[in-house]
């Protein structure tokens, strides 16, 4: 149950009363991208948690099919049904009601619903499918969920869902770790959405995971100007060593991160 409260692409050619509704936000997808090990997920998710917390209707879209990320985010005993981000892919057109049919529920968040691949799918377990079924699968989340996390891959020369994310959400959080792999994976990437309506207006950069010991104005000198800096957490890399993000960061070394999630919500959302 759907439980909230309220080719290629890079080629040129119920009965109960109703609640108040929530505030339409100016910026409602956010797609979170970066290169690989950036935390792309873990950003997602830790923005995710914080929406719901504003009791805010969030919709978490985890898009790799390669290494699905829904079994790396929680425990499955905390998510209420089976879902597939695969089956709403799969279908010849996809509308609102199918996707609500498909997101999975959280039993201990009630703001949240997420829609991913499961344990053990991947790419081929559905048949493929093209950016005009991805572009109806994001405008489709509009009319889901007021709030729209998209949890992009990394590699987008060959994932069409994160391109078609990039390009057709309202902002992109561009994340990249402190090192030059960071950085030149990046490089070897944005080219390929020079020709596809790539939006560098809308796009936040954040510099993220950094430690103590990384000189992380050196780095922004080679990104040029970054909107955010998210600085490592040991508590947030075991909640995620142990697949369990919804976890609350209680601890003091945890509150740097904190606080940067809180700007970007604010910057992003404006909540």
């Given at each position: ?87 709403v892919l799969a279908a010849s057109h996809i509308t609102a009601s199918l996707i609500r049919h498909n997101c999975i529920t959280h039993k201990r968040i009630s703001h949240l619903s997420i829609l ?84 560098a207006e809308k796009q936040y950069k954040a510099a993220s995971n950094i430690r103590a010991n990384q000189a992380s104005e050196n780095m922004e000198q080679i990104l040029g100007s970054v909107a ?44």
């Amino acid at each position: 149950m759907f439980h909230f409260q309220t080719g290629s692409l890079f080629s040129r050619s119920s009965g109960a009363p109703k609640a108040d509704p929530e505030p339409e936000p100016s910026t409602q997808i956010l797609a979170v991208w970066g290169s690989p090990g950036s935390g792309k997920t873990t950003v997602s998710v830790k923005l995710a948690q914080y929406l719901t917390g504003q009791r805010r209707n969030v919709l978490l879209l985890l898009c790799d099919s390669t290494t699905p990320m829904l079994p790396c985010i929680c425990p499955p005993a905390d998510l209420e049904c089976e879902c597939s981000l695969g089956s709403v892919l799969a279908a010849s057109h996809i509308t609102a009601s199918l996707i609500r049919h498909n997101c999975i529920t959280h039993k201990r968040i009630s703001h949240l619903s997420i829609l991913g691949m499961r344990k053990g799918e991947n790419v081929f377990t559905y048949p493929p499918y093209n950016s005009e079924l991805a572009a109806e699968l994001i405008a489709g989340l509009r009319e889901v969920a007021p709030y729209v996390i998209i949890d992009c891959g990394s590699a987008i020369a060959h994932d069409i869902l994160s391109a078609v994310a990039l390009m057709d959400s309202d902002a992109v959080l561009r994340l990249v770790g402190c090192d030059l792999k960071s950085v030149s994976y990046l490089s070897s990437q944005l080219p390929l959405l020079k020709d596809n309506k790539w939006d560098a207006e809308k796009q936040y950069k954040a510099a993220s995971n950094i430690r103590a010991n990384q000189a992380s104005e050196n780095m922004e000198q080679i990104l040029g100007s970054v909107a955010f800096r998210l600085p490592h957490s040991d508590e947030l890399e075991n909640q995620m060593l142990a697949g369990d993000l919804f976890r609350d960061l209680s601890l003091k070394e945890s509150r740097g991160f904190r606080k940067e999630i809180q700007k970007i919500s604010k910057e992003v959302f404006d909540v």
